[in-house]
Structures are given as structure tokens and as C-alpha cells.
């Protein structure tokens, strides 16, 4: 079932993003209007999906891990309220950068983008999104009252609704998406479920829209919320396939040094601090390929859609290498989704279909960082806190 919605989504945009190409009003963006660009990416796509059902087949023979106390409900309580007040720690800090609360949500998020001082304010606001959503999954999860749990929803959707007024889409589509995930897949496939589902899926589009309406300009949005949903749906899709053509144009036509290994590895070593880098006489962001000097054809900020920091770092061994992860991790993360039952596991699917797709598997792989790492840290709070309840 992972492995089909992961299909049915990277359908989505290659469909919808070629689709783009058929309006004569609308120009292919970047590389996308060379000449055999376009083919190019369907093939790099079709090496990666192949890698993907290798890593999917080959994950399905491994056990499930039994995870006791992360399936004890008092832990996810506890978990939910550790997430929720690093999230508003998180989210105070970031919105002091503009003066407070109102002086946040008056700012487009259009001018926080192309603003260069923009690192640790943007950071701090986005996480705290993620570990809002984070604290409201544990909650649903907890053993304790419902106006615990309440009081844990209302405060982290505050975060997500003001992040969300302010620009900044993509939080609340993975929230809502990983809520479809638990209805469609954890909870069976039912009637009540698929309808559910496709009530949910029609407000992404529509949160989609009112989000690109409240942060694009007319280039972007149409000029009104009906024509920025259209928008979102042919715009987004075509500018995130055009980064993977961007690529493709960059290495395979215009014969540019890929970045490197560990460049396809900054998932996992963006977490590393940077001193340990120097000590062995190396600079971070250089080393991760996280500054380059190649031309962008185009100038748009959008996502990055699947292999496309694969063929940066390591061209069709990059594609590969990607595809067998990205198909081992959806195949593990599915497995452990089914068997808990527990909605905190359906998001790690979500980063890998809807954020590995549309931001690539650096970013999809980033986000799972996130919620593990604190997750662990969690749990060592946990086991050395005194009188804890049994499950």
C-alpha cells in the first residue's frame, strides 16, 4: 500500500508537471525547454523508481521492531508534552525576530525568502511547525484525559495556523497528509476511510491554494484563491520536475563535477557540528556540498523533486543509491505503522512520499532526522525520570 501511494504521488507530478508544458500561455521553466531534457527525466526517474522497488522488496523480509516503550501511551503523553514546549520555545524565539506575534504574521513569507539574513529565524520557525505537528500525533496517541489532549491540539495548531497565515504551506499539507496516511492505510481500506481520504486530499489542494494565494504574487497565484489552486497544482508540480531537468542539463550536457558521496550523505552528517569537520581539516557546508557555484537556470525557490540531489552528488550511482533507501525506509516505516497502529509512524511515510518527491529525499530524510533524534533524547529523559507509569 506504501509503495502504491508513493507511485500514485510521483504520477501526480510527473502527470501534472509535463501537463504544465501543454499550455501555450505557460513556459517550461529552466532546463525544461531544452531539447531532450524532458526525456532525460523520465529516464533518471525510471532508474530511481526501479532502485525504489528493489529497497521496498528487500525491507519487507525484515522483522518489526518491538518498540516497547515507544507503544506505552504513557510515554507518547509524555513525549507529546516534551515536543509541544520545544515547539513553542521554538516558535516565540523565531517570531521575536519580528517584533512579536503580529509583526510575524503581517510579514510575507515571500520577503523572509529572499531576505539573506534569514537562516536562524526561518529555522527555528519551520522546526517549531514540525514539532507541533510531532506533539499533536503523540497526543492522539496518549493515555491520558481529553482535555489534556486538547489542550496539547489547540496550542500546537496554533503554531501551525499562524505559520500557515504566514506563508508557509508545507507544515500543515504534511500534517493533514499524515492524518489521510492513518485513515487510508493504518485503519484498513474501508468506504468511511477512501471517503475520508479524499475529503482530506481536496483541502491539501484547497490549503495549497489559500497558501500560495496569501504568499505568491499574481506570477504565481493567478490573482485569486480559485486560480492559485490551478496554479498550485500545474506550477508547483512543473517547477519541482524542472529542478531535477536543471540538474540533469548542469552534469549530464554541461559536463560539471558532481558534488561528491558526501554530499548524497548530508542527511545524516548536516546534524554533525562543524568543528568535528575542521579537525580533520575540512569546512561543513563545503564538504556537503551545501555551497555551489553552479548556475541556476532559473531563479524560482520551490522544492526539488525525487533524485534530483542524487544526480548533484553522485549522478546515475547517486539515483540509485537513493532509490534502494528511500524504497528500504517506506517499506520499514509502513511495517512499523501497521503493526503499532500508532499515527506518530504514518508521518516518517509522509516525509518519504509527499517531502522526498517535492523536496527531495535530503529534505524528506532531514525531517525523519528531526522527529527521531528528539525522539531518542526523549526517551533517555524518560527512562531516568522516577515513577513512571506502567503500560
Known sequence: MALLLFSFICLFYLGFGFAYMSYQELSPLGAMGYTG????????????????????????????????TISNPYFIHFASYIYLMLALAMFF???SFYGGYFGFISTPYSAIIDSSDNE?????????????????LCAFSGGRSKAVRYTVYILGLFILLSI????????????LMTIMSYKFIG??????????????????????????????????????????????????????????????????????????????LQPILFVVPSFLFYIVGLDKREALGMVTTEPKIYADK????????????????????????????????????RSKNLIFFHFPLVSLVLVAIRKDVTYGIKYISLQFMILFLIIILYKILPNKKAS
Open 37 to 68: 531534457i524532458p526525456g532525460d527525466v523520465l529516464v533518471v526517474f525510471s532508474v530511481g523508481y526501479i532502485s525504489v522497488v528493489i529497497g521496498y522488496i528487500f525491507a519487507t523480509r525484515r522483522k518489526v521492531p518491538r518498540l516497547k
Open 93 to 95: 524565539a523565531g517570531i
Open 120 to 136: 536562524v529565524k526561518d529555522v527555528l520557525i519551520s522546526t517549531s511547525g514540525l514539532l507541533s505537528v510531532f506533539s499533536i
Open 164 to 175: 500557515f497565515v504566514q506563508g508557509r504551506r508545507e507544515t500543515t499539507m504534511l500534517f
Open 187 to 264: 485503519e484498513g481500506l474501508k468506504f468511511r476511510n477512501v471517503l475520508k481520504a479524499v475529503i482530506i486530499a481536496a483541502l491539501i489542494s484547497m490549503v495549497a491554494g489559500v497558501g500560495l494565494y496569501i504568499r505568491a504574487s499574481g506570477d504565481t497565484s493567478g490573482g485569486s484563491i480559485l486560480t492559485a489552486i490551478n496554479y498550485a497544482v500545474l506550477y508547483e508540480t512543473h517547477f519541482t520536475i524542472a529542478t531535477l531537468g536543471n540538474e540533469i542539463r548542469t552534469h549530464f550536457y554541461d559536463g560539471r563535477d558532481y558534488q561528491g558521496f558526501l554530499n548524497l
Open 302 to 337: 520551490g522544492g526539488s523533486f525525487l533524485f534530483t540531489q542524487a544526480v548533484h552528488s553522485f549522478g546515475y550511482m547517486g539515483v540509485i543509491i537513493d532509490g534502494l533507501v528511500v524504497g528500504f525506509l517506506l517499506a520499514y516505516f509502513y511495517k512499523i505503522a
